[in-house]
């Protein structure tokens, strides 16, 4: 029996077309086998991983048994099966994969994606859990999170990404992620007014803002737990969205309920003159430029082809002083000629990256493959 990181790497990580119709039918053979807590869904275009880590975090810190099911990961796949606070452990994985690959018919476990394959995992492992906290991935009423029954669905911002799967235009996104959503959700603050209006239109659901659901209260609460963790301006956003999932679940919460609620991996400092970011979209970029307004970085960057790096650049402009490509082991990466054809049409210096220097500001931006590569090399 292979351990499941050597289960795992036998899988595709991505395909050029997925069969929607493949994971509900076999869920379907074994969903006697599984014994669901309560599920938070969590789907939109940015910030579900650290929504959901503060969400987990605080009911944790109120006595429940919590997962929080996240994706990818940055540096060991562990990170995405948290519970109780913590990463699962090498030997509850292997146990789980056994137990898992006893359930399914050869053909069944042949035929499930890398993602669908770890979906089911991570449900088996939180079946003693009270919550579960249930991260998409790419996108809503398709993606593998989507067959479990739902206690409430928060819909963080929508916005233009993953074209190919999800639509190109945010009315397209927007229906496809928001048909997630089985009865209850909440939505976070949206760029697009598109999204309120395909909300409305959903039949036999309650959708509420966040906005009518937080009080002055709760934004005191919100402004003190920013203030502990030193939040940017846009992970205040999605802390205000988790909140909001306290007060429908009425869990009375305390603002020592979030303290070291915050995920790594966004703007996080990694040492005096590096901030690294795993966003990969123009909303992404946006969030970081308002952040960061005033201040110039060299811009450690690459990304895949599938991206809009052009309007990714564009936005980023005005923070970066150059650019430092990294390389990146990944055939889904973009060709270098046409990533510098970019910059030299934005004017943007660049050159390859090669070492880093203390007395220079760097920012590290592109994926979570672009930080898991700068993370692993250069921080040694």
């Known amino acids: 029996m292979h351990t499941l990181i050597d289960f795992l790497d036998s899988k595709p990580l991505y395909y050029d077309e997925i069969d929607y119709k493949r994971f509900p039918k076999i869920y379907e053979k074994i969903k006697s086998h599984f014994k669901l807590p309560k599920v938070i869904h ?63 018919d050869k053909d069944d476990v042949d035929a ?15 079946e003693d859990c009270d919550y579960v906290v249930l991260e998409a991935g790419l996108g809503g009423e398709h993606d593998a999170t989507a067959v479990f029954d739902k206690t409430l669905t928060l819909v963080t911002p929508i916005d233009i990404d993953h074209q190919a799967f999800l639509g190109d235009d945010i009315n397209s996104i927007a229906k496809t992620k928001l048909n997630a ?47 502990n963790l030193s939040l940017p301006t846009y992970l205040k956003d999605n802390l205000a969205l988790s909140i909001a999932a306290l007060k429908f679940l009425n869990i009375d919460y305390k ?21 690294v970011d795993v966003g990969h979209n123009p909303l992404a970029a946006a969030s970081i430029v308002k952040e960061l307004s005033g201040e110039k970085f060299i811009l450690i960057y690459n990304s895949y082809k599938d991206k809009d790096y052009k309007t990714i650049l564009s936005i980023l402009k005005p923070i970066i002083k150059e650019v430092r490509i990294i390389d990146i082991s990944d055939q889904r990466i973009e060709v270098k000629s046409k990533i510098h054809k970019v910059l030299n049409d934005l004017k943007v210096q660049y050159s390859q990256l090669n070492k880093i220097e203390p007395n220079k500001k760097y920012l590290v931006f592109g994926s979570f493959s672009v930080v898991e590569t700068f993370v692993k090399e250069y921080m040694k």
Request: charged share 25%.
């Open 42 to 104: 969590l789907i939109g275009t940015n910030g579900k991983g650290t929504t959901g880590r503060f969400l987990a975090t605080a009911l944790f810190n109120n006595g429940f048994k919590v997962g929080h099911y996240t994706s990818p990961h940055i540096l060991k796949f562990n990170e995405r099966i948290w519970i109780n606070k913590t990463d699962i452990d090498d030997t509850e994985l292997d146990k789980t994969h056994l137990r898992l690959v006893n359930m399914l």
């Open 181 to 227: 959503i089985q009865n209850n959700a909440i939505l976070a603050k949206q760029k697009h007014k598109e999204v309120y209006e395909v909300a409305s239109k959903i039949a036999c659901i309650h959708v509420e803002k966040v906005e009518e659901v937080l009080d002055e209260n709760d934004y005191s609460k919100i402004f003190e737990i920013s203030e």
């Open 112 to 126: 499930l994606s890398y993602f669908e394959y770890t979906t089911l995992l991570a449900m088996l492992v939180y």
């Open 255 to 275: 603002v020592s309920d979030l303290n070291g609620a915050r995920l790594f991996g966004r703007l996080s400092k990694v040492a005096q003159n590096i901030i």
